[in-house]
């Protein structure tokens, strides 16, 4: 399996903050990597694929980079729609795993 | 509008079996991969496998082979996933989601409202 972790598991911020969340590969996964947000009693909603294109409807202030193992999710100007939990994916085996997640909470 | 649409929660004891489902519309659906994905109460999403319902093809990861059944039927666009002996560690939300592979990196794009299994004597 290819394995995949998040840092940090979680991290409180304010309305406006800028934030970023890592995701480190246990392999090279070029960039088949994904980001996902899930909100409470929610299923998870993609907001980036590929490493860092924004799934359509997704607002411009989340981005995606990195490539090979190591990758970054940022959040530019938080709002308080995006208060929950973010999960990356890498999607370059068939047999996809997550990383353990992201909370993000007010402070 | 592609749709995943799940069965309703389930509450068993240890030792049943269980079949639950995601019928899928909007879309080809012989032509996309479709994943499970587990989530233990106040845990982190687990991939525990995915089948291409064009020619039932089925993958598993290492800690459910040999634990669940990954199925389709294809005449009601369904995908199914059951266990013939439940435990009470097999109390989870359970997800079933779309592989979009005519996307870069394939994602998981759409997704289905969640099962909840409650396994309890």
Redesign the interface.
């Known amino acids: 399996?290819i394995q995949m972790t998040q840092s940090p598991s979680s991290l409180s911020a304010s309305v406006g903050d800028r934030v970023s969340i890592t995701c480190r590969a246990s392999e090279s996964i070029n960039?088949?990597?994904?980001w996902?947000q899930?909100k409470p009693g929610k299923?998870?909603?993609?907001l980036i694929?590929?490493?860092s294109?924004l799934?359509s409807g997704v607002p411009s202030r989340f981005s995606g980079s990195g490539s090979g193992t190591n990758f970054t999710l940022t959040i530019g100007s938080l709002q308080p729609e995006d208060f929950a939990t973010f999960?990356c994916?890498q999607?370059y085996s068939?047999?996809?795993?997550?990383?353990?997640?992201t909370k993000l909470e007010i402070k | 509008e592609v749709q995943l649409v799940q069965s309703g929660a389930e509450v068993k004891k240890p030792g049943e079996s269980l079949k639950i489902s995601c019928q899928a519309s909007g879309y080809t659906f012989t032509k996309y991969w479709i994943g499970w994905v587990r989530q233990m109460p106040g845990k982190g999403l687990e991939w525990m496998g995915i089948i291409y319902p064009g020619d039932f093809d089925t993958r598993y990861s290492p800690s459910f082979q040999g634990q669940v059944t990954i199925s389709a039927n294809m005449l009601i666009s369904t995908v199914y996933l059951q266990w013939s002996s439940l435990k009470a560690s097999d109390t989870a939300m359970y997800y079933c989601a779309r592989r979009n592979q005519d996307t870069t990196g394939s994602p998981s794009d759409y997704w289905g409202q969640g099962t909840l299994v409650t396994v309890s004597s």
């Open positions: 399996d960039n088949y990597l994904n996902y899930q299923a998870p909603k993609l694929f590929a490493a294109t799934q999960y994916q999607s068939t047999l996809y795993t997550f990383g353990q997640g």
